[in-house]
C-alpha cells in the first residue's frame, strides 16, 4: 500500500478533529493565504470551531494577516509529552512556520524539515475538538507538497486561482495532483479569486481584469465543484496588510467569505 493508505490507516491521528482541509494553488500571489484566513474566521463566524496551519514555507502570511506576529506559541508538559498551545485570534486556532523563524530572515526549509514542520503542527499542538483545521500549503507541486500532503490525513483540498491563462496552467497541475491515485484526496473544488473588479461608484459593473470565469470552466473541467469567486477590492489587500480580516468589512467581501464559508460547511 501506498505512504498515504499507511498515514490514513494509522488514523485516528486527531480523532477530534472533523476535517482536514489543504488550501493549495499552483502558484503564488493568487490569495490562498487570503483565502485561506478569510475562509477560517467566516467558518468560525458561522459557528464552527477552527483551526489553521500555515505551512507557507515560501513565505508564511498567516501572522501578519492575523495581526499576531512575532507571537510565540506557549509549551505545556503533559505527562511526559510537551504539546504546543495554538495562538487563538478572531476564535480560530493557529499554527505557522511563521513562529518559528523571525520575520525577516531568510530560512531554507528542506522538504523533510517542512514535512517534519508540518507533522508536529499535527501531533503537538493541542487543537482540541475542531470541525475544521485548514492547512495553508506552499504554492505549487513539488516534492514538498507531495509529501506533506502525505504527512497528515487530508480529508480534502481547495484550490485557489486567479482567471488568466497562466495561473490556471498551474492551478491544472494542483488539481491533478491531488487526484493521483497515490495521493488520492479529494479535491472540494475551485475558488476564483480576484475575479473581477467593481468600482465603488458603479457597483453594477463588474471588470474582467483577469478574464471571465477561468476557475469556474477549469472546475467544469474536471469534473469538481465551483465554490465561489472573490473579487478584487483594495479591503481586501489592505485587510491582509493590517492583519484585520476582510470577511469583518461589511459589504462586497463579507458577503462573498460568508457564502464561500457556507458552501464549504454543506
Ligand atoms: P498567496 O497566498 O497565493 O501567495 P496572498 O493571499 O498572500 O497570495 O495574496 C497576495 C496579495 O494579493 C496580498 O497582498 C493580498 O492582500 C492580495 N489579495 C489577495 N486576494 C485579493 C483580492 N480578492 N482582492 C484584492 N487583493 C487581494
Do not use: C
Not at 518559528?100 to 503537538?124: H, K, N
Not at 479535491?187 to 471588470?207: C, I, Q, R, T, W
Request: charged share 20%.
Amino acid at each position: 500500500t501506498s505512504q498515504v493508505t499507511t498515514v490514513r490507516e494509522a488514523a485516528p491521528v486527531l480523532p477530534e478533529v472533523k476535517n482536514i482541509i489543504a488550501i493549495a494553488s499552483g502558484k503564488g500571489g493568487v490569495g490562498k493565504s487570503t483565502t485561506a484566513v478569510n475562509l477560517a474566521v467566516a467558518l468560525a463566524d458561522l459557528g464552527a470551531k477552527v483551526g489553521l496551519i500555515d505551512a507557507d514555507i515560501s513565505g508564511p502570511s498567516i501572522p501578519t494577516m492575523f495581526n499576531v506576529e512575532g507571537e510565540q506559541p506557549t509549551v505545556k508538559k503533559v505527562g511526559e509529552k510537551n504539546v504546543i498551545i495554538p495562538i487563538t485570534q478572531y476564535s480560530v486556532k493557529l499554527m505557522s512556520i511563521g513562529f518559528l523563524t523571525p520575520a525577516e530572515s531568510a530560512v531554507v526549509w528542506r522538504g523533510p524539515m517542512a514535512s517534519s514542520a508540518l507533522r508536529q503542527f499535527i501531533s503537538d499542538v493541542e487543537w482540541g475538538e475542531l470541525d475544521y483545521l485548514l492547512i495553508d500549503l506552499p504554492p505549487g507541486t513539488s516534492d514538498i507538497h507531495l509529501t506533506m500532503v502525505q504527512t497528515v490525513p487530508v480529508t480534502g483540498a481547495i484550490i485557489v486561482t486567479t482567471p488568466q491563462k497562466v495561473a490556471l496552467a498551474d492551478a491544472t497541475k494542483g488539481l491533478t495532483m491531488f487526484k493521483q491515485p497515490q495521493i488520492n484526496v479529494p479535491v472540494l473544488g475551485v475558488v476564483e479569486n480576484m475575479a473581477y473588479f467593481s468600482p465603488e461608484e458603479l457597483p453594477d459593473n463588474k471588470y474582467y481584469l483577469f478574464g471571465k470565469e477561468g476557475g469556474q470552466k477549469l472546475a467544469e473541467k474536471y469534473k469538481v465543484p465551483f465554490l465561489g469567486e472573490i473579487p478584487i477590492v483594495q479591503s481586501i489587500r489592505e485587510s491582509g496588510d493590517t492583519g484585520f480580516p476582510a470577511v469583518y468589512k461589511n459589504g462586497i467581501t463579507q458577503k462573498a467569505y460568508t457564502e464561500l464559508a457556507e458552501t464549504v460547511a454543506r
